[in-house]
C-alpha cells in the first residue's frame, strides 16, 4: 500500500522557516517524480513543485521561487521542502503528492493527509 | 493557464446524473485530471488524460473533452460520491486547478 506522511508543520511568525519532510513507503520513491502542492483553509489547491526523482529537474511556482527549497533522500524514501521568509498567504496544508507515469504523468496519482502550516504573528 | 469549473455547488440526489465542467484559459490537449476531496481522505485521483479512468475509480464516473472544455460526469450518484471535485491541468506548468465543485446531498 502506498502512503505518504507529511510532518514538520506548525505555527510560525513571518519571515521565519519551517522544513517539512515527506516519508513514503509502498513503492520505488527513487524511480518516482515527487511535489508538494498546498491549501489554503477554504480555500482550492495550489501545486507548489516538482522535483525528477534524481533531482535534476525542479519546477517552483512564481509564488516561492527563491523561497521555498525542495529536496530528496531517495535513500531514506523521503521528500523534504525547506519554506524560508514565510508570508502569512504561505498559510495553508502542505500535501506530499507522487506524480503519476506514463500517460499520467502530469498528475498527483497518490496524496498525502498533509501537514497544517499557520504563518501569523 | 486559468481553470474555471462550473458549477461551483451542485445539490443532488442519490441515483442522479451529474455533470461538471472545466474550461482552461488555453489549450491542454488531455492534459487534464480530476480529484476527489473528502473530509478526512486523502485526495483521490478519478480521472487522468481526460478520459481515462485511475485504477479502481467505478464505471460510473467518466470524463471527456480536449483542449480547453472538459467535463466530469458520474452515471449515478451513490452516497460516497457527496465531496469536492477539483480539475486540474497539466499542460503547462506551473499545473493549476479548479476552484472545486462542491456535490451535497439534496
Known amino acids: 500500500e502506498v502512503q505518504l506522511v507529511e510532518s514538520g508543520g506548525g505555527l510560525v511568525q513571518p519571515g521565519g522557516s519551517l522544513r517539512l519532510s515527506c516519508s513514503a513507503s509502498g513503492f520505488s520513491f527513487s524511480t518516482r517524480w515527487m511535489s508538494w502542492v498546498r491549501q489554503a483553509p477554504g480555500k482550492g489547491l495550489e501545486w507548489v513543485v516538482n522535483?525528477?526523482?534524481?533531482?535534476?529537474?525542479?519546477s517552483y511556482v512564481d509564488s516561492v521561487r527563491g523561497r521555498f527549497t525542495v529536496s530528496r533522500d531517495n535513500a531514506k524514501n523521503s521528500l523534504y521542502l525547506q519554506m524560508n521568509s514565510l508570508r502569512v498567504d504561505d498559510t495553508a496544508v502542505y500535501y506530499c503528492?507522487?506524480?503519476?507515469?506514463?500517460?499520467?504523468?502530469?498528475?498527483?496519482?497518490?496524496w498525502g493527509l498533509g501537514t497544517l502550516v499557520i504563518v501569523s504573528s | 493557464i486559468q481553470m474555471t469549473q462550473s458549477p461551483s455547488s451542485v445539490s443532488a440526489s442519490v441515483g442522479d446524473r451529474v455533470t461538471i465542467t472545466c474550461r482552461a484559459s488555453q489549450g491542454v490537449s488531455t492534459w487534464l485530471a480530476w480529484y476527489q476531496q473528502q473530509p478526512g481522505r486523502a485526495l483521490k485521483l478519478l480521472i487522468y488524460?481526460?478520459?481515462t479512468l485511475q485504477s479502481g475509480v467505478p464505471s460510473r464516473f467518466s470524463g471527456s473533452g480536449s483542449g480547453t472544455d472538459f467535463t466530469l460526469t458520474i452515471s449515478s450518484l451513490q452516497p460516497e460520491d457527496f465531496a469536492t471535485y477539483y480539475c486540474?491541468?497539466?499542460?503547462?506548468?506551473?499545473?493549476?486547478f479548479g476552484q472545486g465543485t462542491r456535490l451535497e446531498i439534496k
Open positions: 503528492v507522487r506524480m503519476g507515469s506514463l500517460e499520467a504523468r502530469r498528475t498527483a496519482d497518490q
Open positions: 486540474q491541468q497539466g499542460g503547462d506548468f506551473p499545473y493549476t
Open positions: 488524460g481526460a478520459s
Open positions: 522535483m525528477k526523482y534524481d533531482g535534476s529537474e525542479i
